[in-house]
């Protein structure tokens, strides 16, 4: 049992110094309330200072708020109005005014200018840097303590005290980077006092895939590719985008995003895909492409003129894959089925997908509380009458490129003004 107990009361008590945690408290601290801050870290905004790669995406500029609304799936129809109350326009504003100008990059993501997810988290640092705030760091939480029959939480319990406020807002994120201290904490407190909780699942996440030559690669990058991918030799569904290879399989973008589609197929069966290096182009007119390379180069060897027609970076792999047995052939001696078999592999690069990878790696889990139980104009749980929920906390599915963090942002904010 804890030793002290806490003599002053707040307004407010925050648990979670991420980033909703953050903008939550500032908020309310704005706004005149007595805030306190527990985060169980010796330091605020381990996940914020690695997102994005450490460059941080900011938000999505998709200004048209349906349009936004319309990526976060069934969630859409319950953030409407958090996300009017507080949208990517305000989080524009909140941070360009706070002196960190905004870039806006491919797919409309949006970083600082410095490409530094430091100077992100100084800024929040420095909104939450209020004589209404208190901050209590390395103080992870043990136990929220309820009124049931007054619906109210009574008090929190960190390891040497216990902590009373009039309000409190659990902002203790999902189980993505475990490392940075999101171990879904929260997921489990919520359960113990009667909220229902979706089970978290690495929601945007890389793939572990079973072929050696995938993981030569690791680290190139091919633009504009599109993956098709299979449950048991049936085609389920394909993406095109940009694909990164790793030393344990794909990532990138397309595969992130695909990753909730692809968790679904691996509980049906065997899970292969293929890459098709040229979109763009059929078959027929990838043949006469590869036919005219070879028209101009008949007497140099194979592997002198392959870069020519794959993908930057795939050169020595394609050698690799021994569809001219001997890479030192002559062009001119290259048969017809053996360039029909070149233009056959470009259009389908063959990949067996073993499973996603885990928690570690996901740059976004799922899971969380249903909305149902959310009074999503104020944040307000709907089972007790001063606890608002915020962020990762929250059962909503949507892609990478800024939604994540804009939904902090959002969450935060309004719970922060504490209506």
């Given at each position: 049992m804890p030793r002290n107990q806490s003599r002053e009361e707040y307004d407010l008590i925050v648990i979670g110094g991420g980033a909703s945690g953050m903008m939550a408290a500032g908020v309310a601290g704005e706004n005149g309330k007595k805030v306190l801050l527990i985060e169980k870290n010796r330091k605020l905004g381990e996940k914020l200072k690695i997102t994005g790669g450490g460059r941080c995406n900011i938000t999505n500029a998709t200004f048209d708020q349906r349009k936004l609304l319309s990526k976060f799936g069934d969630a859409d129809k319950f953030l409407y109005s958090a996300f009017s109350q507080f949208g990517?326009?305000?989080?524009?504003?909140?941070?360009?005014?706070?002196?960190?100008?905004?870039?806006?990059?491919?797919?409309?993501?949006?970083?600082?200018?410095?490409?530094?997810?430091?100077?992100?988290?100084?800024?929040?640092?420095?909104?939450i840097s209020n004589k209404n705030i208190e901050i209590l760091r390395n103080s992870p939480v043990k136990r929220i303590n309820i009124n049931?029959?007054?619906k109210k939480i009574i008090s929190?319990?960190?390891?040497?005290?216990?902590?009373?406020?009039?309000?409190?807002?659990?902002?203790?994120?999902?189980?993505?980077?475990?490392?940075?201290?999101?171990?879904?904490?929260?997921?489990?407190?919520?359960?113990?006092?009667?909220?229902?909780?979706?089970?978290?699942?690495?929601?945007?996440?890389?793939?572990?895939?079973?072929?050696?030559?995938?993981?030569?690669?690791?680290?190139?990058?091919?633009?504009?590719?599109?993956?098709?991918?299979?449950?048991?030799?049936?085609?389920?569904?394909?993406?095109?985008?940009?694909?990164?290879?790793?030393?344990?399989?794909?990532?990138?973008?397309?595969?992130l995003n695909s990753a909730h589609k692809i968790a679904d197929l691996l509980h049906e069966g065997q899970v292969t895909a293929k890459i098709d290096c040229y979109p763009d182009t059929d078959m027929g007119a990838l043949e006469k492409r590869i036919l005219k390379v070879f028209d101009n180069n008949k007497n140099k060897s194979f592997k002198n003129i392959v870069?020519?027609?794959?993908?930057?970076?795939l050169s020595k792999t394609f050698l690799d894959f021994k569809i001219i047995a001997d890479?030192?052939?002559?062009?001119?001696?290259?048969?017809?089925?053996?360039?029909?078999?070149?233009?056959?592999?470009?259009?389908?690069?063959?990949?067996?997908?073993?499973?996603?990878?885990?928690?570690?790696r996901a740059v976004i889990s799922d899971g969380g509380v249903s909305l149902k139980e959310v009074d999503t104009k104020t944040m307000k749980s709907k089972l007790f009458n001063n606890l608002y929920l915020t962020g990762d906390i929250l059962h909503v599915n949507r892609p990478s490129g800024g939604y994540s963090l804009q939904l902090c942002w959002t969450t935060g904010y309004v719970a922060g003004l504490l209506k």
């Open positions: 990517v326009e305000d989080t524009f504003k909140f941070f360009e005014s706070r002196g960190l100008p905004l870039v806006v990059e491919a797919r409309d993501r949006v970083f600082p200018k410095s490409q530094k997810a430091l100077d992100v988290f100084k800024v929040m640092e420095k909104y049931k029959k007054e929190v319990e960190t390891k040497d005290s216990i902590h009373k406020a009039k309000n409190y807002i659990l902002a203790t994120g999902g189980s993505s980077h475990p490392e940075t201290g999101s171990t879904g904490d929260g997921f489990q407190w919520l359960q113990d006092i009667g909220h229902s909780v979706e089970k978290p699942s690495p929601n945007i996440v890389p793939i572990k895939i079973s072929e050696k030559w995938v993981k030569e690669l690791a680290g190139t990058s091919l633009s504009f590719m599109k993956i098709i991918f299979y449950v048991n030799d049936k085609k389920a569904f394909s993406a095109t985008g940009k694909i990164l290879f790793t030393h344990f399989g794909l990532s990138g973008p397309l595969i870069k020519e027609i794959v993908p930057q970076g890479e030192n052939t002559k062009v001119h001696s290259i048969s017809k089925e053996e360039r029909k078999k070149i233009v056959s592999i470009l259009k389908a690069l063959p990949l067996t997908v073993e499973e996603l990878m885990g928690m570690d």
